[in-house]
């Protein structure tokens, strides 16, 4: 069964540093795309960054740059997003996304999604 | 401000048919493919629809999507109580070099 589960979660103060871990398994999680996915308290879902299989194409979201650093670990087969600066609006569950399928985005999709892991920046 | 735009909600009785739309621009929709997803409360993203138009296996075929020009829609027919949830669209959008979304669309069975 392909699996995707996330960690490091938490509260933290704003301007403090959280990382994100994602373990995948029942894949080869070394050929595949992966994504962040984050969704605010009521609020709809937003992309927050990806990383090709070999860690040579990484792209964020504007309201992240500069702030988030999207990684991975194939031999491990884990994802992590080292999350510094962090302010109040990145408060959100956190879900680690796959690309469905060996191919470019335009025509790619997001298949499977992990449960999420919640963080939340406050004093 | 979300890059795709959804209405914020939908309804229908059961049984009848619903859509929900989503509009883009020509560097996400016109482009590329939308792909769909539904949120049932209290839970994670699930893929429903995908290359605009086709279901992955256990999806009813009640749900269909379709695209054209800067738009996409989503059709579920014989609507059913447990088809309450949040919908949204998403494509890649090449001028953002990034995943784009619409802002969900909550759909009540009354």
């Known amino acids: 069964e392909v699996q995707l589960v996330e960690s490091g979660g938490g509260l933290v103060k704003p301007g403090g540093s959280l990382r994100l871990s994602c373990a995948g398994s029942?894949?080869?999680?070394?050929?595949?795309?992966m994504n962040w996915v984050r969704q605010a308290p009521g609020k709809g879902l937003e992309w927050v960054a990806c990383?090709?299989?070999?860690?040579?194409?990484?792209f964020y979201a504007d309201s992240v740059k500069g702030r988030f650093t999207i990684s991975r670990d194939n031999a491990k087969n884990s994802l992590y997003l080292q999350m510094n600066s962090l302010r109040a609006e990145d408060t959100a569950v956190y879900y680690c996304?796959?690309?469905?399928?060996?191919?470019?985005?335009?025509?790619?999709?997001?298949?499977?999604w992990g449960q999420g892991t919640l963080v939340t920046v406050s004093s | 401000q979300s890059v795709l735009t959804q209405p914020p909600s939908a309804s229908g009785t059961p049984g009848q048919r619903v859509t929900i739309s989503c509009s883009g621009s020509s560097s996400n929709i016109a482009t590329n493919t939308v792909n769909w997803y539904q949120q049932l409360p209290g839970t994670a993203p699930k893929l429903l629809i995908y290359r605009n138009n086709h279901r992955p296996s256990g999806v009813p075929d009640r749900f269909s999507g379709s695209q054209s020009g800067t738009s996409a829609s989503l059709a579920i027919s014989g609507l059913q109580s447990e088809d309450e949830a949040d919908y949204y669209c998403?494509?890649?959008?090449?001028?953002?070099?990034?995943?784009?979304f619409g802002g969900g669309t909550k759909l009540t069975v009354l």
């Open positions: 996304v796959r690309d469905a399928q060996l191919e470019p985005p335009d025509t790619n999709w997001f298949d499977p």
């Open positions: 029942g894949f080869t999680f070394s050929s595949y795309t």
């Open positions: 990383i090709n299989s070999i860690s040579t194409y990484i």
């Open positions: 998403a494509a890649w959008d090449g001028s953002l070099n990034g995943w784009v």
